[in-house]
Every structure is written in C-alpha cells, then in structure tokens.
C-alpha cells in the first residue's frame, strides 16, 4: 500500500492549550507541509494561546460546531457553525469559544514550517508588551514573559 496514513482524530492525544481538547493531526499523520489541528473549546476558552500574529503563516479556522469571536485590531469577527475565517500573515488576531456550547473547530495553517508565533499581550509580571518564550515542564508548556523572563502561563493537555 502506498504512504497513505490515517487517524482516529478523537483517539490522538491532547497537545498543551487552553482548549479543553487540542488534536495535532498533521503531526500525527506526518503532514509537512500544512498544520492541522482540531480543538474542542468551552465558552471562554481561547485558541491557541493568546493574541497572537504569524509573520509568514495563513490560518483558516473552520466552526463545525459552536461559535467562535475573533478579537482583531479593528474589532470582533462572530464566526458561526458551517463558517470558516481566513487570517492573511501579520494579523493580530486572538480566537475564543463564546455562546453556550463547546466549540468544534479546525485550524489549518500554512506554510507548517513557518508557524512561529509572537505573542503580543501585557505581562502582568512587568507590564511590557512582549513576546512570550516557552519551555517543556513534563507534558506542560511553561510561557514566560520575553522581557522580563516571568512565567505568565502554563498550558497543559486536556483531559483524555
């Protein structure tokens, strides 16, 4: 048989978030060129991380299931079940759950190789508005303020 993989999404193990569930699938199919994940999100929950911008990576979100905002520079983008939102490179933009049911969403975003995120929110530690640097504790991501070097979060996998 040729190279062809799959996966049980719901069977893959949860990645450090903010999201009650995070499935990486093109890390689990072995996807080079495009990232795939899949997150189930309580009202309130963000994802991925924070406010955030990609300097040379799209993302697409699609809603299966639930409702998403996405804060952006100039306001908040409703993005509804059956909706999907594109968000070119270099926009600041912050995703969250909102209404009264879990979220069930896609994230795709590409080039893979070039996902690297910068944070931009206030470190409560020092007030400057920085990047945040992360380190592994375990199955956790630690971030930490890129300025003053404070641990201002940590992201640990959602339940199995």
Known sequence: MT???KVAVEELPDAPNHTSHKKEVDEALGATEFGFNYYVAEPGQRLPWATHRHPNHEELFYVLEGELEIELADGVLPVAAGEAVFVPPETTNLARAVGG?????????????????????????????????????????????????AAVDRLTPGPE
């Open 3 to 5: 190279d062809v993989k």
């Open 101 to 149: 049911t879990p979220a069930r969403v896609i994230a795709v975003g590409a080039p893979k190789d070039d996902d690297g995120a910068v944070i931009e929110e206030e470190c409560p530690a020092c007030g400057a508005e920085s990047d945040r640097t992360y380190a592994v504790d375990g199955d956790d991501y630690v971030l930490s303020c890129a300025a003053c070097g």
